[in-house]
């Protein structure tokens, strides 16, 4: 019978039988081994969510810079001027301060804002 093996993100391994895994497996690349525990390094999470927010706010920066030509055709100021707040919620979403300030999983993965990015991948 053939061993598994989990590796973690600074390439050490271990058998997964003997291994305490953490359950959620969104933060897989921030994995860090201690001993026979994983836990999630915390930076390295940090910048696979921030990553994730920018995958997901392309298509809706894209979506956006359509309602803003629109309004700019159209000549409509108030929806120029929203959809300039909206582009900029969306640009700010990889620094906002619930991300630097989450110490644990739970509170990061918190920290999506679906006012601005929609729904969450980590519900």
Do not use: C
């Amino acid at each position: 019978m053939a061993q598994t093996y989990i590796v973690d993100k600074d390439g050490n391994q271990i058998d997964a039988s003997t291994a305490t895994v953490p359950a959620d497996r969104h933060f897989r690349g921030a994995w860090s081994l201690n001993g026979s525990v994983i836990s999630e390094d915390m930076t390295a999470a940090k910048a696979i969510f921030k990553d994730k927010i920018r995958e997901v706010r392309a298509p809706l920066l894209d979506a956006e810079d359509v309602v803003y030509m629109k309004a700019l055709e159209a000549d409509d100021a108030d929806a120029k001027a929203a959809s300039v707040t909206k582009k900029a919620a969306l640009r700010d979403a990889p620094a906002a301060s619930a991300i630097g300030s989450a110490s644990d999983i739970a509170a990061l993965k918190a920290a999506w804002d679906t006012s601005v990015l929609g729904d969450s991948p980590y519900a």
